[in-house]
């Protein structure tokens, strides 16, 4: 056998182990991370959006009532009004 000696790894390949590590499970958590983030921004729009639908229909349901009294008060407004005279030639 030989007497080599036993050789250590230099300070320099452990940092690269390190780095070669640590940088691909950054990665990994940041995305999880911005799934994370994401899912919570869509939730949080979903129920913008609800609201904001609800809101749109109640005021086009206040309209459709407003123009039914309107059409209702353009009619009677027209009965009563006198009938027009036609010119004589």
């Known amino acids: 056998m030989t ?3 036993l050789s250590r790894l230099a300070l320099k390949d452990i940092v690269m182990v390190c780095c070669a590590v640590v940088a691909p499970l950054a990665v990994v958590g940041g995305m999880f991370r911005a799934d994370g983030n994401r899912s ?3 939730d949080t729009n979903t129920r913008r959006i609800e609201v904001l639908e ?3 229909q109640a ?3 206040l309209l459709t009532k407003i123009d039914g009294r309107t059409i209702r ?3 009677k407004l027209e009965m009563m009004a ?3 005279k036609i010119a004589a030639r």
């Open 3 to 5: 007497d080599a000696p």
């Open 73 to 75: 008060i353009e009619t």
């Open 40 to 42: 919570a921004q869509i």
């Open 82 to 84: 006198p009938a027009p």
């Open 54 to 56: 609800a809101a749109n």
């Open 59 to 61: 005021k086009t349901d």
